[in-house]
């Protein structure tokens, strides 16, 4: 069975950039899709981006689609979530989850999730 871990938040500043790892582990990470969620302070819990397992990226927040990147590296079993230029509103606790071998914009297709990571951007 497939598990996922995340790593890579803090505390930054508005402006600033952060990679988050999402690093699988278990069988069949070369399965799936895997895709980035944020869930904000008080707000329901949204889908970012998401990479197919042939690499291919889908982008589904407009708040984001400029400024963020989905990278996966199958080497080392892992599927980054690269964040530029860091606003205040990108604060929320961050989460990868995998669906079958292509990206859904419906949640209810992911499973494995992590525990997510905290990002916190303020001055």
């Known amino acids: 069975q497939l598990q996922l871990e995340e790593s890579g938040g803090g505390l930054v500043q508005p402006g600033e950039f952060l990679r988050l790892s999402c690093i699988a582990s278990?069988?069949?990470?070369?399965?799936?899709?895997i895709g980035w969620f944020r869930q904000a302070p008080g707000k329901e819990r949204e889908i970012l981006l998401c990479?197919?397992?042939?690499?291919?990226?889908?982008h589904y927040a407009d708040s984001v689609r400029a400024r963020f990147a989905i990278v996966r590296d199958v080497a080392r079993n892992a599927v980054y979530l690269e964040m530029t230029n860091l606003k205040p509103e990108d604060t929320g606790r961050y989460h990868c989850?995998?669906?079958?071998?292509?990206?859904?914009?419906?949640?209810?297709?992911?499973?494995?999730w992590g525990q997510g990571t905290q990002v916190t951007v303020s001055s």
């Open positions: 989850a995998a669906s079958g071998p292509w990206c859904s914009t419906s949640q209810a297709d992911f499973n494995s």
């Open positions: 278990g069988l069949g990470f070369d399965y799936h899709a």
């Open positions: 990479v197919s397992r042939s690499g291919a990226p889908s």
